[in-house]
């Protein structure tokens, strides 16, 4: 089954040592999104790629990053993880941003816990 | 920025119960409306999207949403639910700015046999 696989389903990391996430795809989707999601909050939109092209929400803080090195895979790399960090990382894919085919697959998500 | 109200945070309701869940955001929201879904122990998955046309749409397992433009609305609703509807829910609506939308804090529901 095409789907959204993410790695590793949980992360603990010590505070301010660099942690790496990971998003693959099958779905051969444009784009693909980093979301990050507190308990009993909205999940709130980190960035995204539509293909190559890198789009970074203006208040998504300095000390996250992603690369995109292919369709397939998404990273999302925290420089210096802060307790306030801690919380679930969803990537997520779509076909095209806008338009009929801009639902949004879901992969389970990667739960972060900062010590 | 937009914002996006789910009013109910938690639902408690018995089996065979009519269900309407409330979802209303503060401007744009024409086009790609959106409810998603979160089953215990699994990941996201669209329930419902309204893209342009009939106001009122249908969704996977019985659901239903209507679209009102003229009260910033998208309310999700089902007639009778099921224990297995036990889930959490999300309303998403696109940013006036933007088409990707933006999520609601989520209505988690419970459905008592």
């Known amino acids: 089954d095409a789907m959204v696989i993410q790695n590793p389903r949980y992360q603990v990391t010590q505070f301010g040592k660099p942690v790496t996430l990971s998003c693959s795809q099958t779905l051969n989707h444009n784009v693909m999104y980093w979301y990050q999601q507190k308990s009993s909050q909205a999940p709130k939109l980190l960035f995204h790629y539509y293909d190559k092209d890198f789009n970074n929400e203006a208040d998504t803080p300095d000390n996250f990053q992603s690369r995109r090195p292919n369709t397939s895979f998404c990273f999302l790399d925290i420089r210096s993880p802060g307790l306030g960090d801690a919380a679930m990382y969803l990537c997520?894919?779509?076909?095209?941003?806008?338009?009929?085919?801009?639902?949004?697959?879901f992969g389970p998500g990667t739960r972060l816990t900062v010590l | 920025a937009q914002s996006v109200s789910q009013h109910n945070h938690h639902v408690i309701l018995s089996e065979a119960a009519s269900l309407e869940l409330g979802c209303n955001y503060s401007?744009?929201?024409?086009?790609?409306l959106f409810w998603y879904v979160q089953y215990p122990g699994q990941h996201l998955q669209l329930l419902l999207k309204y893209f342009s046309g009939d106001p009122l749409v249908k969704g996977i397992k019985g659901f239903e949403a209507e679209f009102i433009k003229s009260k910033f609305s998208f309310n999700l609703r089902k007639p009778s639910v099921q224990w297995s509807d036990t889930a959490e829910y999300f309303c998403?609506?696109?940013?006036?700015?933007?088409?990707?939308?933006?999520f609601g804090r989520g209505t988690s529901l419970i459905v008592h046999p």
């Open positions: 998403a609506v696109p940013s006036g700015g933007s088409y990707i939308p933006t």
């Open positions: 997520a894919t779509s076909l095209r941003v806008f338009g009929r085919n801009n639902e949004q697959f």
């Open positions: 401007y744009g929201g024409t086009v790609n």
